[in-house]
């Protein structure tokens, strides 16, 4: 019995031990099988990690081969921080290509990310090359001649105001000295004030890619007041005299040619040839204040002129060269150029009662002006330039001979102007000037709507 009673529990506490055993072995089993699915979804997800990073340096590969046209695609300029330079063109000074440039121009470098963002929401390829854009970027104008040009089959219309004031005093000795320091004779002080306005409208049309012409017409309203006073005369009554004048002035054609294709760290250079008309009233027409003889001994009269010249009076070729360079973020530009005038003969000028004083041939001076300057793309729509204008007046001559009194004239100006872009093809620029040179305009003052077609 009792061995029986032993057989039978060691028989359940065989099978409870064989049922633990069973039990334990089916949940390692479970646990085995649980870590090769773990291990298969790791091997899974590391090969899906695998094929990221190849599709992500096959991309990479990608855009580094296709950087240089996406730079230039990022430094396509527009006219007044619109358009071309987007131009420089119009850059602008840019805008010759302007879109400049000098169009106009419109930060393009903040612009061509912003494109590539909205291609990417709208399902674009965003390693895609963008169509290559060869035109100088974007700059705020500051100097007449533009950098960047205005588009093939596009024209701008760009109406502007300008305003210069200007002011000089000059003291004159004519006398002789018995003693030194003690002047026998008569001291002439004379002070100057001149304002000048000048309304233009101005055209650019875009040949080709890299070739527009320019034609501008302005209207010229001028003023000036003499203040004189003669000492050792007995009195001390100041003469004012009061002059003004107004009319077209000089019409001016020109024709720029961007000469490569420039891009990030490299420079591109536009040359630039124009020409100006003498369509102004010249100083030749308008009568001068003399009763005889304007100089030599028998001289009367103030020498000035009844009213003022609206232009300079002599044709007039000036060929240049601009050149652009980005350097992320900002973009350095300049310019050189020669302006030549030429003479005319058998001048006449005008004096009181109708009577002319013959002059002969006058050659006005060559000038040779340079510049340079900054421009920083503040956001999308606004930028800033800052630079410096130096022109440099030969020497006018008369029948061969210097004209006496005349000499070289250097005319230093620093610059500062603003770009604001409303929309692809409305922008406004602003810009001031300070003269450096005693006798450069103290301030002058230009806005200028570009308006790209």
């Not at 500051?142 to 210069?164: C, D, M, N, R, W």
Request: charged share 20%; hydrophobic share 40%.
């Amino acid at each position: 019995m009792q061995l029986a009673h032993t057989l039978r529990a060691g028989s359940a506490g065989l099978s409870l031990l064989l049922c633990s055993a069973l039990a334990q072995g089916q949940q390692e089993e479970r646990s085995i099988t649980d870590l090769a699915a773990e291990l298969a979804a790791v091997k899974q997800q590391l090969a899906e990690q695998r094929a990221l990073l190849k599709a992500l340096k096959t991309e990479m590969e990608q855009l580094q081969a296709m950087r240089p046209a996406a730079s230039a695609a990022e430094l396509e300029s527009r006219r007044g921080a619109g358009g071309p330079y987007l131009q420089a063109g119009s850059a602008g000074q840019g805008a010759s290509a302007q879109a400049p440039t000098q169009g106009a121009q419109a930060p393009a470098i903040a612009a061509a990310p912003s494109a590539r963002r909205d291609a990417a929401q709208e399902g674009g390829a965003v390693g895609k090359a963008p169509e290559r854009d060869s035109r100088p970027p974007e700059v705020a104008p500051i100097f007449e001649a533009p950098g960047v040009l205005t588009p093939k089959g596009h024209y701008v219309l760009e109406p502007s105001v300008q305003f210069g004031y200007s002011s000089s005093n000059r003291v004159a000795l004519v006398g002789y000295t018995i003693i030194p320091a003690i002047l026998i004779g008569l001291v002439d002080v004379r002070e100057i004030k001149r304002n000048t306005f000048t309304a233009a409208l101005t055209g650019r049309y875009g040949i080709n890619s890299r070739t527009e012409i320019e034609m501008r017409v302005p209207y010229v309203y001028r003023s000036d007041s003499t203040v004189s006073r003669e000492i050792f005369t007995g009195t001390s009554v100041e003469r004012v005299f009061e002059t003004s004048g107004r009319a077209i002035g000089d019409v001016e054609v020109a024709l720029r040619r961007q000469l490569n294709d420039g891009g990030a760290d490299k420079p591109f250079y536009v040359a630039g040839l124009r020409v100006k008309s003498r369509t102004g009233r010249d100083p030749f027409e308008v009568v001068t204040d003399c009763s005889q003889r304007c100089v030599g001994q028998n001289a009367s009269g103030t020498g000035l002129p009844l009213t003022l010249p609206t232009g300079s009076g002599f044709y007039a070729v000036q060929p240049s060269l601009t050149w652009l360079f980005p350097s992320d973020p900002a973009i350095f530009f300049g310019s050189v150029s020669y302006l030549h005038n030429f003479k005319r003969k058998n001048v006449t000028r005008r004096i009181l009662n109708g009577e002319s004083e013959a002059l002969g041939t006058v050659a006005p001076g060559a000038v040779i002006g340079a510049n340079f300057g900054i421009g920083l793309a503040l956001n999308e729509k606004a930028s800033l330039s800052l630079g410096y204008d130096h022109q440099s007046v030969a020497r006018t001559r008369q029948n061969g001979q210097a004209v006496p009194g005349s000499v070289r004239t250097q005319l230093g100006t620093l610059l500062m102007g603003f770009t604001y872009r409303f929309n692809e093809k409305r922008s406004v620029n602003i810009s001031v000037g300070a003269g450096l040179t005693r006798d450069t305009p103290d301030v002058s003052l230009s806005i200028r709507v570009p308006m790209n077609f």
